[in-house]
């Protein structure tokens, strides 16, 4: 901890002790270094109260405490430090509300209390305070409107307020040109519309109003603010179409009004007027229309969201976009063509999501595909059209993570190669019309978490080798046309979910089925299935779903299923 022996220099001028271990309370006795001007105790493991005798201390010019483990309030005499510039107090455990009195200060400059659990309501006096210039109170709990002085500072330049439970309205800028930079007021419950106001905001380079309730149009008048860098509006209620002055400001680099109800086409200049842009985030809205051609040319993209609208006509070709990583076109009305497309992604080196799912692909997918960036981890193609085979070139893609291939037209065999993508963590082939075996390969991908096959016309044995992929929580094979008898190595992976239904197996239920003690759901039903019921399925304590109806099990019920507290629903008919 802090010796407290400290208390005996009283000339002592500046103490910085961050960034050790230092555990224990802060000593109140610390206060007898009246001289002192600047504490530093920041990324430490103190405890307890800040000592309200501190703020004896009046010649204090900063005092930081970040990102600890301080409980109780802030001392409201803090307010009475007329020296202090600096009140760095994030990342702990304080409670109550924010001292009214810090207002009061004429020198304080920097107050960052973010991070914490206050309660209460952010103080008029803050806001009205005439030196402040950055004032951080993100993730806390407060509480109440937004106080009507926000945007009245001649002072403040940086607002962070994220992340708590405001409500009411934005208030409208009355000054001039207030000097505020960076707003931040997102993920509270602010409701009402963005006032026109907002464009008064002359110095304005970030503005985050996402995740609120917000309702009405986006102001015109935001595409007059030429510094604007960054606008973030996602997840809220607003409507109409987004205005043409936003999508003509050569200073833009990110902007995201996903999950609203936006309407219109984009405009077909919209990569030449968007020279900056790297993050174009649109998804979720009613944007329909063509994808502009032009959006080629805004060389900087990084990410290009545009899923869960209604655009339609030909994926262009995305790689003269050298820098992009992610690409989502999912859930629209697009087409592939010729597929020409995919080879042209082969270009983005950078790209690591890839989701063109939900739309109208149709056709044989081009073994280009095999080409796409090394560094790729999501590849999402579920609920197309797409035919023809799955391309054995799908091995070149080692780094991915997540294959949505499901609910498409999909023919020929599972390739082999498939085992070679070692990283996988979810591969989803059902609901195609693949047949063949499961390829034993498939035991290579120990990282699985989520195998679904269910829905094809596959035949031939469940694989032993899938008892390799030890993290898999789910196992789903249903609806194929597998024979023989269930491996016991499959039950000792500990899957949560395992469906097997509808297919042609045989034999008894393996007695390793007792080592599934975190299994929810086990359906077996409709196969060929017979012998006794294990006792030791009971031991499946959080089973939730258990189906096993329509097969030849003899024999009783077990007692051990008393055991099954958990259970919802259970069908053992037609046995």
Not at 13 to 22: G, H, I, K, T, V
Not at 86 to 91: A, G
Not at 272 to 279: G, V, Y
Request: net charge neutral; proline share 6%; aromatic share 6%.
């Amino acid at each position: 901890g802090i010796p407290s022996e400290f208390r005996l220099l009283r000339q002592l001028r500046y103490l910085n002790l961050s960034m050790n271990s230092l555990e224990g309370n802060i000593p109140a006795d610390l206060s007898s270094c009246s001289q002192l001007r600047i504490l530093g105790l920041w990324n430490n493991s103190l405890q307890g109260q800040i000592p309200p005798a501190l703020s004896q201390c009046r010649q204090f010019q900063e005092i930081n405490l970040r990102n600890n483990k301080l409980q109780g309030s802030i001392p409201y005499a803090f307010g009475n430090l007329h020296e202090l510039q600096i009140l760095d107090l994030s990342s702990n455990n304080l409670r109550g509300n924010i001292p009214p009195a810090l207002g009061s200060s004429l020198s304080l400059k920097y107050v960052d209390l973010g991070s914490n659990a206050l309660t209460g309501g952010i103080p008029e006096s803050i806001m009205n305070s005439s030196s402040l210039q950055i004032l951080k109170l993100m993730k806390n709990n407060l509480s109440g409107e937004v106080p009507k002085a926000l945007f009245n500072t001649l002072s403040l330049t940086v607002i962070s307020l994220q992340q708590n439970q405001l409500v009411g309205s934005i208030p409208p800028v009355i000054g001039i040109s207030p000097p505020v930079k960076h707003l931040d007021l997102g993920e509270n419950c602010l409701s009402g519309s963005i006032p026109s106001s907002i464009g008064n905001l002359s110095s304005l380079v970030s503005v985050y109003l996402n995740q609120n309730k917000l309702v009405g149009s986006i102001p015109e008048c935001l595409g007059n603010i030429s510094t604007l860098e960054i606008l973030d509006f996602n997840g809220n209620s607003l409507s109409g179409p987004v205005p043409k002055s936003l999508f003509n400001m050569s200073s833009l680099t990110y902007i995201a009004v996903a999950e609203n109800y936006l309407i219109g086409q984009l405009p077909s200049d919209i990569g030449f007027m968007l020279p900056s842009i790297r993050w174009l985030i649109l998804t979720g809205n009613k944007f329909e229309g063509p994808i502009p051609i032009s959006l080629l040319n805004a060389s900087n993209l990084q990410r290009l969201e545009l899923g869960n609208n209604s655009l339609s006509g030909l994926i262009p070709f995305f790689g003269s976009l050298p820098y992009l990583k992610v690409l989502d076109l999912g859930n629209n009305m697009l087409d592939a063509g010729d597929w020409a497309f995919m080879s042209s992604l082969s270009n983005c080196s950078k790209l690591t999501k890839l989701l063109l799912d939900g739309n109208n692909l149709q056709g044989k997918l081009p073994s280009s595909f095999g080409n796409l960036s090394k560094t790729i981890e999501m590849l999402w193609l579920r609920n197309n059209s797409i035919s023809g085979p799955i391309p054995p070139e799908i091995d070149n893609l080692r780094n991915l993570n997540e294959l949505f291939m499901d609910y498409n037209l999909f023919i020929g065999n599972i390739p082999q190669r498939i085992g070679n993508l070692h990283n996988l963590r979810a591969l989803y082939l059902s609901h195609n019309k693949l047949s063949g075996q499961i390829p034993d390969a498939t035991g290579n991908l120990v990282q699985l978490t989520e195998l679904k096959l269910d829905g094809n016309n596959l035949s031939g044995r469940i694989p032993e080798t899938i008892g390799h992929c030890n993290q898999l929580q789910e196992f789903n094979v249903a609806h194929n046309s597998l024979d023989g008898s269930i491996p016991s190595k499959i039950f000792q992976i500990t899957t949560l979910e395992f469906d097997l239904s509808h297919n042609y197996l045989s034999g008894r239920i393996p007695e390793e089925v007792g080592n599934l003690i975190n299994l929810k759901k086990l359906s077996i039903s409709n196969n060929l299935l017979s012998g006794n019921i294990p006792s030791n399925l009971g031991s499946c304590v959080v089973l939730e779903y258990l189906e096993m109806q329509n097969n030849y099990f003899a024999g009783s019920i077990p007692q051990s299923f008393m055991n099954l507290v958990s259970i919802k629903d259970m069908d053992i008919s037609r046995n």
